[in-house]
């Protein structure tokens, strides 16, 4: 049986009709994507805050019939099958009565990381490695289900309030099996499509591979490898021009993360890294050693500040202070050496130095090691309150960002034909 045969059996269950307005208590809308609608709500029956995502019935429609005969899943049939700490949870899928497939997600509290790209916030400086790694681990588990997602970038990846990535749009997203990798389906955002995509070459999960890569790039340096794709000359430096250094626009950044994402963004898939996972583990070395570096100044620290009291009450007493060093080993007990007769007592040996971090080490960079993700974080049951009725849409900060708009400003769409789009929008994109 084929993938989306184990997955879905032979036919898609019919959903039941839901009224959403009646259902739930729709507050305001948080995000508006050329493919779908995103409404911030409470469920009555529990209280729980939720998001509720409305996928337009067209242009879905049109998108999925690029795949005649294949029975491509929905994305509210992929997204309810994940189940990761860093992919946004999907607790339901159905149908409005007008006909259009609605997905409800946990509501997800904080910033899109664009907008922390954009800032180059201390948030952002503190906890990027982190990032990377969970970004990271995200996508491979999407590889281990056995899709390719197509459309990585900031825009659709959100950061909580503790930190936690939250990979929160699917629309692009198909099964990694040959009918699905085959030329021809050239869609995904401008900036970081993979040559080969460019190129109308088969693809697999090294797509995925190059879009990551850029993303971290852009993480460090808060623009693209290459000129901003606004034009189709500029597209074309995906094929024929390589990649900026990140190293000649952050010269103080670790060596191992830089060389870990310009092999990302190889023009060759060949030369690329494989996985995901590949890249991960680079990026988990270097997290611990730079962690390790950051944990061992912190100990240098202390004990100079302790060596510095010491140093003023032998000032008051008269007595002579112990060093920063002497400090730091005064627990730890002497061996003894004995001694030969006739001959000289042992020497001790020499203590071993401490590794320093490399010069390419950001001082500002407060680290903490990514925890692997074993399994989702536990949640406190919601409390239940009083259903109310529908609010009227309010302004209000926009969680879900443009995450269901395929191609947003300055990001430019491509369509099947080969020619670059003028505007961002979708109808653009899936034009025959």
């Known amino acids: 049986m084929s993938l989306l045969g184990n997955i879905f059996g032979d036919s898609k269950p019919k959903m039941e009709k839901v009224d959403i307005a009646k259902r739930y208590n729709l507050i305001g809308r948080v995000g508006q994507g050329s493919m779908s609608k995103v409404w911030r709500a409470e469920?009555?029956?529990?209280?729980?805050?939720?998001?509720?995502?409305?996928?337009?019935?067209?242009?879905?429609?049109?998108?999925?019939?690029?795949?005649?005969?294949?029975?491509?899943?929905?994305?509210?049939?992929?997204?309810?099958?994940?189940?990761?700490?860093?992919?946004?949870?999907?607790?339901?899928?159905?149908?409005?009565?007008?006909?259009?497939?609605?997905?409800?997600?946990?509501?997800?509290?904080?910033?899109?990381?664009?907008?922390?790209?954009?800032?180059?916030?201390?948030?952002?400086?503190?906890?990027?490695?982190?990032?990377?790694?969970?970004?990271?681990?995200?996508?491979?588990?999407?590889?281990?289900?056995?899709?390719?997602?197509?459309?990585?970038?900031?825009?659709?990846?959100?950061?909580?309030?503790?930190?936690?990535?939250?990979?929160?749009?699917?629309?692009?997203?198909?099964?990694n099996t040959p009918d699905f990798r085959k030329p021809g389906n050239r869609t995904g955002t401008a900036n970081y499509m993979a040559p080969e995509l460019i190129k109308r070459q088969p693809t697999d999960q090294r797509i995925d591979v190059f879009s990551y890569a850029v993303t971290c790039f852009e993480l460090y340096t808060k623009r693209h490898p290459w000129d901003a794709a606004m034009t189709i000359d500029a597209v074309l430096q995906h094929i024929n021009q390589p990649p900026l250094d990140i190293r000649t626009l952050v010269p103080r950044i670790d060596s191992q993360i830089a060389e870990t994402i310009m092999r990302g963004l190889e023009t060759n898939p060949g030369d690329r890294w494989q996985t995901v996972s590949d890249m991960v583990a680079e990026f988990r070395q270097v997290e611990e050693r730079l962690v390790k570096a950051n944990n061992d100044a912190k100990i240098r620290e202390k004990q100079k500040a302790v060596a510095k009291v010491e140093a003023s009450r032998a000032q008051k007493s008269g007595k002579s202070a112990p060093t920063a060093a002497a400090v730091g080993s005064a627990k730890a007990k002497p061996k003894r050496t004995a001694a030969v007769a006739g001959k000289q007592t042992a020497k001790p040996t020499a203590a071993k130095k401490t590794p320093t971090p490399s010069q390419d080490f950001d001082p500002e960079e407060v680290l903490t090691a990514t925890p692997l993700p074993n399994k989702p974080p536990t949640t406190k049951p919601p409390v239940a309150m009083p259903a109310s009725k529908p609010k009227p849409a309010e302004d209000e900060p926009d969680f879900f960002g443009d995450s269901d708009e395929i191609l947003a400003l300055p990001d430019t769409p491509i369509d099947d034909s080969g020619e670059l789009q003028p505007g961002p929008g979708i109808d653009d994109l899936l034009d025959d």
Do not use: W
Request: overall charge negative; charged content about 25%.
């Open 43 to 175: 469920d009555p029956m529990t209280g729980q805050m939720i998001a509720v995502k409305v996928l337009d019935k067209e242009k879905t429609k049109r998108y999925e019939a690029r795949f005649p005969g294949l029975h491509k899943p929905s994305e509210g049939e992929i997204a309810i099958s994940f189940k990761h700490p860093y992919i946004v949870k999907t607790q339901l899928i159905g149908m409005t009565l007008e006909d259009e497939m609605f997905l409800i997600m946990d509501y997800v509290e904080g910033s899109g990381l664009s907008l922390l790209v954009d800032l180059q916030t201390d948030q952002l400086r503190q906890h990027r490695i982190s990032y990377m790694i969970q970004l990271g681990e995200a996508l491979d588990y999407f590889h281990t289900k056995g899709y390719i997602h197509r459309d990585i970038c900031p825009r659709n990846i959100m950061v909580t309030e503790d930190d936690k990535i939250q990979l929160i749009d699917f629309g692009l997203t198909v099964p």
